[in-house]
């Protein structure tokens, strides 16, 4: 079963860009559908971005539709969220989150990347 390790939060100027890292290891991620979601203290995850399984089919949350993108990089075992335009409400802690919807259903989350927006 895979695991997922994040990388690529920080400190940003509002305005600036940042790219988010999830890479897999233990197995392959091409049929997994990855999401990223951001959570801010007392308050739920909230899906950002996700790309499904097995193909390049996206989906945003309306709040970063037109500023993120969703990625993937096969040979890299690696799905990316690019973050432009960034903006203080993006500040949040963010994590991946991979699902494979096969029988068995699986589903493994990262460990979780803070990101902050602020001059």
């Known amino acids: 079963q895979v695991q997922l390790v994040e990388s690529g939060g920080g400190l940003v100027q509002p305005g600036g860009s940042l790219t988010l890292s999830c890479a897999a290891s233990?197995?392959?991620?091409?049929?997994?559908?990855v999401s990223w979601y951001s959570q801010v203290p007392g308050k739920e995850r909230a899906m950002v971005a996700r790309?499904?399984?097995?193909?390049?089919?996206?989906k945003y949350a309306d709040s970063v539709k037109g500023r993120f993108t969703v990625s993937r990089d096969r040979t890299k075992n690696t799905v990316y969220l690019h973050m432009n335009s960034l903006r203080p409400e993006d500040t949040a802690v963010y994590y991946c989150?991979?699902?494979?919807?096969?029988?068995?259903?699986?589903?493994?989350w990262g460990q979780g990347t803070q990101v902050t927006v602020s001059s």
């Open positions: 233990g197995g392959s991620f091409s049929s997994y559908t």
């Open positions: 989150n991979a699902e494979l919807w096969a029988p068995p259903y699986y589903s493994v």
């Open positions: 790309i499904f399984g097995g193909g390049a089919n996206t």
